[in-house]
Structure formats: C-alpha cells, structure tokens
C-alpha cells in the first residue's frame, strides 16, 4: 500500500516561531502537494513539487515555503509562525506519470500557532 | 481555469435514507472527476473517480456518481447510507497534463439513527 506520512499529528507552536512539517511518501512519486484544510474552504494547495528541487507555487503560499532535497521528502515550512496559520495541513503524493490517477494523503498535522 | 462547488456544505440524513452530495465543476479543457471521503481525524482517501467510458461509477462501499457533461455535474449518491457513512466528502477534478488538482470546499455528511 501506498504511505504518505507525515512527521506529526499535532504541534502547537508560537507566533514567531520557525515551524517544519515533514511529509515522507515511499511510492516513487513525481508529485507532492502541501495543502491546508479550513472549515467551509476546503483543501487549498500552497506548494506543490513535481520533481527534486523543483517547486510551484499554489493557490495561497505567502508565508510559507517548501523544501524538496530528496524524492520522498517534501517539507513545508512557516518562516515565521502566526495565528492565522492556525489550521490543519495535509501532505499529498500522486504519480506524475499517470495523472488521472488518485493523490494519497497522510493524516494530516493539525497545527496551533498561539 | 477549472473550479469545483459543492452546492451543500452540510448534508444530515436519517439512516438507510437514500443521499445525493451535489457537485459542479468548471473547466475548458477534458478533466477527470474524483471524489474522496475524509473520516474523522484521518486524511482523505479515494472514494471513487470518473475518467472515460460509462458515466456511472461505484465505489466498494455503495456510492455512485454520474458524470454529466452537459450540466458539468458529478453528483455522489447513496441508496441506503449507515452511521458509518458519516464524514467529509470532496469532489476534486484534474486534467491530462496537469499538476493539480482542485478540491470542492467539502459536504459534512451526518447520518442519524
């Protein structure tokens, strides 16, 4: 089976602090999404990545940043944490080969910046 | 640019009621249609997807969707729904040669003893 992990479930953090998310897939995909997940808006997509070192931004990616050094790891990062990244964040990974094939998700991090 | 609705944003149902999730899509180009649930505390998993051929498709655990071009629909229906039917459900669409994918805003879906 196909496993996306992500490094927590839950993480408080302060407003300024330097925050990482760490999302693993180990299916050899091109594609990992880092999208944030908010009551009545749905799944928004900040980065995506579809190789190593290779990024695009989404829809909402001010604030945050990516980083992709390895194929399986792709981490998303809060340069300076604030209260309104309070959300839950979820980590995606799809084969770029076949892109009418689903996205695997890890569980999410829900994150609090207090 | 595409663009997914989901006209309900909460859903509550009697059990072994029958449900219809309404969703439109948005798009220019051929896109492939998919909809995945979300179970409390848990990521979204694949429900079921629409890529070509017959515009009716099921999952294992009873739902159906029908692809309607003509009024850009890809409505998620249940004939009989459980307890454990109860969660988050998205409709998402793609296209041939594209990076992403775009998510409906989600429809809470209560099933009630």
């Known amino acids: 089976d196909v496993k996306v992990t992500q490094s927590s479930r839950y993480l408080v953090k302060r407003t300024g602090e330097k925050v990482f998310l760490e999302c693993v897939q180990d299916?050899?995909?091109?594609?990992m999404f880092w999208y944030r997940q908010d009551p009545g808006l749905g799944l928004r997509l900040i980065y995506f990545?579809?190789?190593?070192?290779?990024?695009e931004k989404g829809d909402i990616p001010e604030g945050y940043s990516v980083s992709r050094e390895k194929k399986e790891r792709f981490s998303l990062i809060l340069e300076s944490a604030s209260t309104n990244q309070t959300s839950m964040y979820l980590c995606?990974?799809?084969?770029?080969?076949?892109?009418?094939?689903?996205?695997?998700f890890g569980q999410g991090t829900r994150l609090t910046v207090v | 640019a595409q663009s997914v609705t989901q006209l309900d944003s909460q859903v509550p149902v009697f059990e072994e009621a029958p449900v219809e999730l309404r969703c439109n899509y948005s798009?220019?180009?051929?896109?492939?249609l998919f909809w995945y649930v979300q179970y409390p505390n848990q990521g979204l998993q694949l429900l079921l997807k629409?890529?070509?051929?017959?515009?009716l498709v099921e999952s294992i655990n009873g739902f159906e969707a029908e692809f309607n071009k003509s009024q850009t629909s890809f409505h998620l229906r249940k004939p009989s729904v459980h307890i454990s039917d109860t969660a988050e459900y998205f409709c998402?669409?793609?296209?041939?040669?594209?990076?992403?994918?775009?998510f409906g805003a989600g429809t809470r879906l209560f099933v009630k003893a």
């Open positions: 998402a669409v793609s296209h041939t040669g594209g990076f992403k994918t775009i």
């Open positions: 299916m050899d995909h091109e594609n």
């Open positions: 629409y890529l070509s051929g017959s515009t």
């Open positions: 990545s579809y190789d190593v070192k290779m990024k």
């Open positions: 995606a990974s799809r084969d770029q080969e076949q892109a009418h094939t689903e996205a695997f």
């Open positions: 798009s220019s180009v051929s896109v492939y």
